[in-house]
């Protein structure tokens, strides 16, 4: 299994702070999203690493959890039966060789994400160990019975499957009775109007029975793919527009990208900064039918630099200008 170094991934030190990862990880989410990136495929996948670093390093616990896993491991020792919660206890064993018996593709996460900080990060080891003791006696075979246990993991999903469902092809590894490794593929249905922490149950596709008993379920937690412009609150959808200081002034008409395509955006005159604007049915399905809002902040932005024909007009602004911020 291949260690992941998120920091590395979004190009901060391990001394970054928590604005410093949020800025690193907007910059590259706004390089690499699929609808902007001209090679798709590289695309994608790039924008699902980055987003996994930052559901890493984005979370204190997670990035606390990471940081203790990451000195370990350079010390050739990896976690086994790690809990996923805060208090999770980290027990450390020597890495082994072979890699990891279990194994999720297709979720949008990698292995290394879903053994350390899935929902199934505490029952892979514990999986893998009552195999490993019930299955290779003398005989190789168990004349137990007992259900097989569900299995849980992550699966990332965008807000464009959000909008309008799909289908996933994911891929799950077992470790088998004969100590092969099983592989199980599946076309897992996205709906409509998922929703963040939903499952999606996949019943009888879990970890296999043993004496002929059912096999458990596999259960997907749907965490959202975080989108380099808009923020999910429910079913409704935030964002910004920067706008000129004589946009804001005159009004006018701005292009703006909506999970529908480029719609044509028209600003009031007047507008103040941190002005909001709602744009109606633009957001998420709502669970009780209909779609949520798309609501747009307006923020001022100034140039940095002005040539000396930019300045002089503004010299000018200034003088034949009655207006007075600062008047009671």
């Known amino acids: 299994m291949e260690f992941k170094d998120y920091y590395a991934i979004?190009?901060?030190?391990?001394?970054?702070?928590?604005?410093?990862i949020r800025q690193a990880f907007r910059k590259l989410a706004r390089q690499y999203h699929p609808d902007v990136a001209k090679d798709k495929v590289r695309a994608e996948e790039k924008f699902k690493e980055i987003n996994e670093a930052y559901e890493v390093l984005g979370d204190p616990d997670k990035r606390r959890r990471y940081d203790e896993l990451r000195r370990a491991w350079k010390e050739g020792a990896v976690a086994a039966g790690v809990g996923g919660g805060p208090r999770a206890q980290w027990r450390w064993e020597p890495v082994e060789?072979?890699?990891?018996p279990f194994g999720f593709e297709g979720t949008g996460f990698s292995d290394f994400f879903e053994r350390?900080?899935?929902?199934?990060?505490d029952i892979f080891g514990e999986l893998f160990r009552r195999r490993a003791g019930t299955f290779r006696g003398d005989t190789g075979v168990s004349t137990d019975y007992e259900r097989g246990r569900d299995l849980e993991a992550d699966i990332l999903v965008s807000l464009e499957?959000?909008?309008r469902g799909g289908t996933r092809t994911v891929r799950?590894?077992?470790?088998?009775?004969q100590g092969r490794t099983i592989e199980r593929v599946y076309q897992v249905r996205?709906?409509?109007?998922?929703?963040e922490g939903q499952r999606i149950r996949l019943p009888g596709q879990g970890e296999p029975g043993r004496g002929n008993a059912p096999s458990g379920d596999l259960y997907l937690r749907v965490r959202l793919e975080r989108h380099p412009v808009f923020q999910v609150g429910d079913s409704d959808l935030y964002c910004e527009l920067p706008i000129a200081p004589w946009e804001a002034v005159l009004g006018g008409k701005a292009e703006l990208q909506?999970?529908?395509?480029k719609i044509e955006l028209k600003i009031p005159p007047g507008s103040q900064a941190g002005s909001r604007l709602r744009l109606p049915g633009l957001g998420l399905p709502r669970p009780e039918g209909g779609r949520g809002d798309l609501y747009v902040t307006l923020r001022v932005v100034v140039p940095e630099k002005v040539t000396a024909k930019e300045r002089a007009l503004w010299e000018e602004l200034a003088r034949v200008s009655s207006f007075r911020p600062r008047a009671s």
């Open 161 to 163: 499957e959000v909008l």
């Open 116 to 121: 350390f900080f899935g929902p199934g990060a």
């Open 172 to 177: 799950v590894r077992f470790p088998s009775s």
């Open 97 to 100: 060789e072979e890699g990891f």
């Open 10 to 20: 979004l190009g901060v030190p391990e001394t970054a702070s928590a604005d410093d």
């Open 190 to 195: 996205i709906p409509p109007g998922v929703r």
């Open 258 to 261: 909506s999970l529908d395509g």
